[in-house]
């Protein structure tokens, strides 16, 4: 996601913030932008090199804010970068966070005569400070009125030109850390562009205000009642601190799990009514009542996301779909009539063979959707209509918080189209309230993730290894192999499980082990043959299975429990394991699981 900075002190500012910003660099972004309350703002798009090409020289200030913006609403253009600010200029906002009632928030200030100049939501957030600064409040009290009207999420740091020593910083699900240091204070996104200054830091906690001057910090609760805290010291290095303390970007990823499906599904279920509400999918939502076919394009892992998303869209909407990788969908004829829709799924929003496919469909006249994490990429530019994932950046070659996104982002759709059709509010309910239980769900894994690292280093010995699976997890034994291929180099392959005795079953032997997705769903009693088959022939199973599971306790090597939901999303629970497994299984090694070799993060040649 975006990362925020700002400093406060005796110093010159403009060097810091442009560190700053070179530190945050790491998160990926597509824009940059500072403000100092003597010299006011200047913006880029592209890369903290372009902004320091527009410094003139000039700036000067004690104190100032900066961002990097990935885009979340609104293309990445110089107008939509931050800071943004209000009418007169006297209030700057850096923001990363979604403010989710922003449409309301807008109009509301639109009737009392604010103008807005960009298409992002964070510029309501500077208009609605100033409109409680004009109505008699102080700065600290104009943000904690403002901040108590917006419903999302949140870092923000405000600078005002009035008061130009002070910064407020607040949390509300995305983090903020104070630097505390010697005449001078920081915020910041994460740690890492504060450690060369200062090891003091608080965290702020959601909920929380913090005041800074370069002398003091007060923090605050969105009541206005005050709080202490002590500020703690961390001893992270700075590359430490950009993996939020994890050794890798991979396993940080994984970790995040829970907080990208919050992402994804984030305003977008209106649970007792049982329907999903897609606001990329509004002006083409009457089209897509009539469709009558879905081809689904991806790569890779986008494409074992789309394998999923047939399962779930033929069961509970009732339209055929297919599934086909984009470096093939070219190179035959696609049979496509007025009624077929193509969708694409993408990470990167970059990736050549995809975005062919859309452009060969697009050229047959076909309507085109995009399931896309960056905002503003070519494949979400070129797409008719779409879902955001806002999974935030990916920085692991090896795609794991997208692909879970991906998968809540199939969920959303089909609950949409389902319900545009024959899908009774009732079951639109139950998949809703089991959406929503997700974040948790999956916590519960990660929590677990020291238990699934013994099985991995257990195993790490193996050359090869068969991942079997059926119905909803059948793509997931793809992609639980692609994982464990692409970060350790091992053999490893997906399989359906019914299609062991047509010739895979002849490789197994006690050097070749199975990972077996074994849910307790419609599927479970044929699962448990294949496993049995694997177990007659001397293979070791490690089975992926529901809690209060105890059969295959007795006939698997080892299990790793998973909490119980709807079939149609239990793919997104047991892929969480997989994934584990995988970095554990490659860093046991002592492999690079982040740049895994002859791999790029985003594929822009067929
Ligand atoms: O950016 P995209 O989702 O379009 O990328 C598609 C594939 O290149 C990508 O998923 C690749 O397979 C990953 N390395 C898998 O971990």
Redesign the pocket.
Known sequence: MCGIFAYTGKKESLPILLDGLTSLEYRGYDSAGIYMAETGSVKSVGAVENLKLKIKGDEKGKSGIAHLRWATHGEPTEINAHPHHDAKEHIWVVHNGIIENFKELKEFLTKRGRVFLSSTDTEVLAHLISYYLDEKKNFEQAVIAALNDVKGTYGIAVSYKNEPEKIIAARQGAPVVVGIGDGENFIASDPSPILRYTKDVIFLQDGEVIVITPSSHLIYKLDSSQIKRDKETIEWEVEQARKSGYEHFMLKEIMEGPEVIENTIRGRLIVEEGLAKLGGLEMVAEKLRSMKRIIIV??????YAGLVGEYMIEEYAGIPVEVEVGSEFRYRKPLIDEHTILLA???????AD?LEAIREAKRKGVLTLGIV?TVGST?ARETDAGIYNHAGPEMG????K??VSQLAALSLLTLFLGRQRQMSLSTGKRIAEEIKLLPEKIKQITDKKEEIQKVAQKYSEARDFLYIGRKYNFPIAYEGA??LK?VSYIHAEGYGAGEMKHGPLAMIDEHFPTLAIVPSDSVYEKNVSNIQEIKARKGKVVSVVTEGNKELDDLSDDTIKIPKTLEMLSPILTIVPLQLFAYYFATTKGLNVDRPRN?A???TVE
């Open positions: 991806g790569c890779g892992t986008a494409y799924v993408s990470q990167s929003g970059e990736t995809t994490n494949i070659v090896a795609s794991t997208a692909f692609l994982k692409e791999l993060k985003s594929v």
